[in-house]
């Protein structure tokens, strides 16, 4: 690549898809484009082309031939996408043509015009900084009433009676331009500033919908008071939530269900216990409690579990999930005595946890974080060389929020690594030795540190044993797809990863040890070896006999989720025929599907000649294997058990219900990136982006508003990977198999 080309952040403001798969340059005054996969640059055409390039579109660009599979058909979802929205467009035009004969009163549809449009005929145009948009209820009132008293007599079709006031899918109104725009975002954040409410509100998806919703009423817009919200907007939101949730109820009967008990403390130190039910179609909440004066009486939570599992139907409660917390695990073992058609199961995700705090114990490990934790302390603390970074990064920042301040431990080492070479740019350039902070304490630390390559020989060894946990954990909290059928396939290649990064025993015998202490309860649960045994992709790849374990654990799962006997006989039949790949089973579309089609899925289109073992398999195949992480912020949960008055109890609790319910719908996987030094993303990123003593010593060259803008794209750090690719084919070594510990693998046969 030519010295002369200069890299240029990608910004948040480029929402196109196909930005996240390139780098921008500046050469001179021209802007070039480049392929991440196949470093083709582009010297025109804008990311149109990018995207023609990526989505193998023959015309205007050269097919790129290193795109990943996944990359290649959204991009052609995109670009089939466009044609759609520009005929859409057309269309549009065209009505309003026909009922606005005058062209240049329809002249803003050009091209710069973003599509998803919704058309409101009012009868006067509105002015950018109308009071329409900020003023109280009369005002809008009077406004309306005069636009009537003009409009009256006037012909439909006449041009000065009813132009046109289109509505962007952004909230914008594009007849007063940016002056407009920029007046309403204005308006958005002077609400939000006087409120207190978190920024990060503009994330939530009925927050668009509220936008569009208000400027398509246009100036007939009333809106609602404080009465409204409390008593008839809260009354029907109630019955719209709980319609959605009898329909997930609808379907447990089918696809089973799993009761999530999520505990946590409160600010004021309160103990709460959530219920919320997990099946596939997604998740609902149920209720809350405070749990204070019981959490440590293993009894007393029995009861309230117990309650709540015939609350729900223990017929279809194949599981209840909880903490690693010996009151709940004594608690839940209590329950699966009481109800045989169930177990109790700790959480995944809590699991991998402690294995990740024990791992970060160890004095080496430590050791390189804190090192690490010196340099993103250093740039995220002065604007000028966060900047730098944020240049030299293509727009990324090396630091990664994860579930956890553990998963973000070592998942910042791992996007550390990802970026060194790009840190090592930056530490040697003309650049950071101009840079006045390169000087500084923190600046010298940090160019010792980024040249120092036993460091990153370090640091790349800790991500090799444990990125592969990571893995399992984003795994196990994904929103796409249920859990079950992979993870005891991801917990063995997290030890196999581990067992060929270290080699000699006496070395990787002490990680072993670390997952065995914390995954004990989850290695001998039935639901995880069923899983396992029903997932094809992992079934028809196991050569040899499968492991006693396994077998066992869908055995024990027919007994204790299939009560009659004669359906118990027909489904060992059926089993058989899997096992023998019968029937549908070896088709060859079944075969290819074994690798592309959830397993629940497959399951559903091939096992029609197994109907017992397909119910049964659909209903292990869907579970999760943890609790669900959600937004608990901004949600009255302590005046909901502060409130003394009975009524007012009542109406917190259905507003509880309504917004943890909210909440769950949009969860998605692909959350929205926040700023790391913003404090919405300081509960697991403080120990990463904290300063000494609030940067008290030069607290006068410090300015925030001197950051650039965060950026979209991440494309060098391979976004689009899938953790079930990594889980792959072949499960041979029975040393995992058998949990073998120190001093006992003379005592293992060889099989």
């Known amino acids: 690549m030519g010295s002369n080309l200069e890299p240029i952040p990608i910004t948040s403001q480029k929402h196109d898809p196909a930005w996240k798969h390139c780098q921008m340059f500046k050469n001179g005054e021209r802007v070039q484009l480049k392929c991440v996969y196949c470093g083709k640059i582009f010297k025109g055409g804008g990311i149109h082309r990018i995207k023609e390039h990526l989505a193998g579109q023959k015309g205007n660009a050269a097919t790129c031939l290193q795109v990943p599979s996944d990359v290649r058909h959204m991009m052609q979802q995109s670009l089939d996408g466009v044609v759609v929205k520009k005929r859409k467009k057309q269309k549009i035009a065209e009505e309003i043509t026909n009922l ?97 409410a978190s920024l990060d509100a503009v994330n939530s998806a009925y927050f668009q919908l509220m936008v569009q919703a208000i400027a398509s009423g246009g100036s007939e817009v009333v809106v609602p008071s404080y009465h409204d919200l409390r008593g008839w907007v809260l009354k029907n939101s109630v019955e719209e939530v709980k319609n959605d949730v009898d329909k997930h109820r609808a379907t447990w009967e089918r696809t089973g269900c799993s009761v999530l008990v999520d505990q946590w403390n409160t600010v004021m130190g309160r103990t709460l216990i959530n219920f919320l039910v997990y099946c ?84 080496w490990i430590n050791s390189v974080i804190e090192q690490a934790r010196s340099i993103t302390r250093f740039v995220y603390n002065h604007s000028v060389v966060l900047n730098m970074m944020k240049r030299y990064t293509y727009g990324n920042d090396i630091v990664e929020p994860g579930l956890s301040r553990f998963a973000t431990n070592f998942g910042t080492l791992k996007r550390m690594v990802d970026l060194k070479h790009n840190l090592q740019t930056m530490v040697t350039s003309q650049e950071w030795v101009d840079c006045p902070y390169s000087k500084k304490p923190g600046g010298l630390e940090m160019l010792d540190l980024v040249s120092d390559q036993s460091f990153w020989s370090s640091c790349v060894l800790i991500t090799h044993l444990t990125n592969p946990l990571l893995q399992v954990l984003r795994l196990v909290g994904s929103k796409k797809r249920p859990a079950m059928g992979y993870i005891y396939a991801g917990m063995y290649r997290a030890k196999e990863a581990i067992k060929k990064e270290l080699i000699k025993r006496e070395e990787y015998v002490v990680y072993w040890n670390i997952i065995d202490h914390w995954w004990e309860q989850e290695w001998s649960l039935p639901l995880h070896a069923a899983g396992f045994y029903l997932n094809p992709k992992f079934f028809y790849s196991f050569e040899g006999d499968m492991p006693n374990e396994i077998q066992s654990g869908m055995y024990d799962c027919i007994e204790k989720f299939v009560p009659d006997l004669n359906v118990q006989d027909k489904i060992i039949k059926e089993v058989n025929s899997y096992k023998n790949a019968g029937g549908d089973f070896g088709r060859k579309m079944a075969v290819r599907a074994r690798d592309t089609m959830l397993p629940a899925e497959w399951w559903s289109t091939y096992g029609g000649s197994c109907p017992n073992l397909v119910r049964l398999a659909i209903r292990i195949l869907g579970q999760t294997c943890s609790s669900i992480e959600y937004k608990r912020s901004q949600i009255p949960f302590e005046q909901l058990h502060d409130t003394k008055n009975c009524l007012e109890r009542q109406r917190l609790s259905d507003l509880v219900f309504v917004q943890c319910n909210l909440r769950l719908r949009q969860m998605v996987d692909e959350n929205e990136e926040q700023d790391p030094i913003s404090f919405d993303s300081n509960n697991t990123l403080t120990d990463w982006v904290k300063g000494k003593e609030l940067c008290s010593e030069d607290f006068d060259t410090l300015n925030w508003m001197a950051v650039d803008p965060p950026s979209d794209n991440a494309s060098l750090l391979g976004t689009s990977h899938s953790e079930i690719e990594d889980l792959g084919a072949g499960f041979d070594d029975y040393e995992i198999f058998n949990r073998v510990k120190e001093g006992e693998e003379e005592n293992v046969e060889s099989m």
């Not at 002015?127 to 009256?152: A, H, Q």
């Open 100 to 196: 606005n004969p005058v062209s240049s009163e329809i002249g803003f549809f050009d091209k710069d015009v973003n599509t998803g449009m919704e058309l409101t005929g009012v009868s006067d145009a509105i002015d950018p900084v109308s009071s329409l948009l900020v003023s109280g209820e009369d005002g809008m009132r009077k406004k309306g009433g005069e636009r009537r008293k003009r409009g009256r007599g006037r012909g439909r079709g006449s041009v000065t009676n009813a132009k046109a006031v289109v509505t962007m899918s952004s909230g914008m109104l594009l007849s007063g331009g940016k002056r407009t725009n920029d007046h309403i975002h204005m308006a958005i954040g002077r609400f939000l500033y006087d409120i207190g």
């Open 280 to 363: 596939p179609d997604g998740v609902v909440f149920l209720k809350s409690v405070d749990a204070s004066d019981i959490i440590n009486l293993p009894d007393a939570l029995y009861e309230l579990l117990k309650q709540v599992v015939e609350e729900i139907g223990a017929r279809h409660v194949l599981q209840v999930i909880t903490r690693m917390e010996e009151q709940l695990i004594c608690a839940g073992r209590r329950l699966a005595d009481t109800f045989p058609n169930l177990y109790w199961a700790p959480c995944a995700a809590h699991c991998l946890d402690l294995i990740l705090e024990d791992f970060a114990k160890l004095e």
